[in-house]
């Protein structure tokens, strides 16, 4: 089955096809992506507006792109998956709308897809992918979670943020740093020039009972630091603070995700979203995985931010799996800007 998957949930166009008669990496065909940034980073941040009329600048050029990757055509297609939601609601209206619009031109059935859901399952586009159960540490600009996934479509959430995610507050980070959006890879960059230590920064909720987050408070401590500083923050103290913002992010994920681990005798550790592209993230990771003998798996890094990829994966892994009934005739549609993930079921 040659599944078509799109994402437009806040500030990136991807689309892609994917076969489900084929397994892992080799069953994505194609895939192919714009990103806002370059747009948004005058604004310090997304605007929803302008997000919404780009996704519909270019989802149709996209697909002419992928399908002649894929040397097919739309008459090939047998089914269309696109995000639902979470996201920006006029974003996630262009996905679908044009996902049920080509639905109804081919007569083929379409499904909507949780966007956290298409992170979640997209390190089965890897090499080395993961089975059946593992945690899930779901860490992107809007979202901070802990899952444990048993099937496709059989999620428990463990734990989630209770204020700012952990992309937010890098983003926020950034500002207060003088770094351009996005501030995730900036503040990064940044932290692997500076020195640990300089600035202690809290690790909230670090030895909490449950598996929470809470990173408001963490941007609230660099923006107090910055003002005990001053106005001459040079750049020595500018990377040794985002070396110790990093670090305080990395320690609190990491420990929350071992725990996860401890608390479902599960051993393995699924990392997805943006932020799950993070190099110190990784690293602290890894060492912990040989250390505590679990195994850890990541998306390709092209994949850690919004695709058409991970989309068209879902849509594929549900059609293949749980067999919805799909309506193929009247093509109604709706998105959910705020969609709890374990309620996808």
Request: aromatic share 6%; glycine share 10%; net charge neutral.
């Amino acid at each position: 089955m040659l599944v078509l998957g799109l994402e437009t949930s806040c500030d990136e166009t991807g689309l892609a096809l994917y076969d489900s008669d084929l397994t892992g990496r080799t069953g994505l065909l194609a895939h192919a992506l714009h990103s806002q940034i370059a747009m948004h980073r005058e604004y310090g941040g997304v605007v929803p507006e302008l997000a919404s009329r780009d996704h519909i600048r270019h989802i149709l050029p996209l697909l002419t792109q992928v399908l002649n990757m894929a040397g097919k055509t739309k008459q090939d297609i047998n089914a269309i998956a696109y995000t639902q939601g979470p996201g920006l609601a006029g974003a996630l209206l262009t996905g679908a709308a044009f996902a049920n619009a080509l639905g109804f031109a081919l007569r083929r059935p379409v499904l909507g897809i949780h966007h956290l859901e298409g992170h979640l399952l997209s390190p089965l586009l890897s090499d080395t992918p993961p089975a059946f159960p593992f945690i899930a540490l779901l860490v992107s600009g809007g979202h901070t979670q802990l899952m444990h996934v048993t099937g496709v479509g059989r999620y428990t959430l463990l734990g989630e943020t209770l204020d700012d995610a952990a992309g937010e507050a890098f983003d926020k980070t950034a500002k207060l740093l003088g770094l351009s959006y996005p501030g995730g890879p900036a503040v990064s960059a940044l932290a692997r020039l500076g020195q640990p230590g300089l600035y202690p920064l809290p690790r909230p909720m670090l030895h909490t009972d449950n598996l929470d987050f809470s990173f408001s408070g963490l941007k609230t401590a660099v923006l107090t630091k910055v003002k005990m500083i001053g106005a001459n923050l040079n750049d020595e103290q500018r990377a040794n603070l985002a070396r110790d913002f990093v670090d305080a992010v990395v320690d609190v994920l990491l420990a929350k995700s071992l725990k996860a681990l401890r608390t479902t005798h599960t051993r393995q550790l699924v990392v997805a979203g943006g932020v799950g592209a993070n190099t110190q993230l990784r690293d602290a990771l890894n060492a912990a995985a040989q250390r505590h003998n679990y195994s850890v798996h990541y998306p390709d890094l092209e994949l850690c931010t919004d695709n058409g990829a991970m989309i068209a994966l879902a849509g594929a892994l549900r059609l293949k799996n749980m067999r919805p009934i799909l309506s193929d005739h009247h093509y109604a549609y709706s998105v959910k800007p705020r969609w709890p993930l374990e309620m996808t079921e």
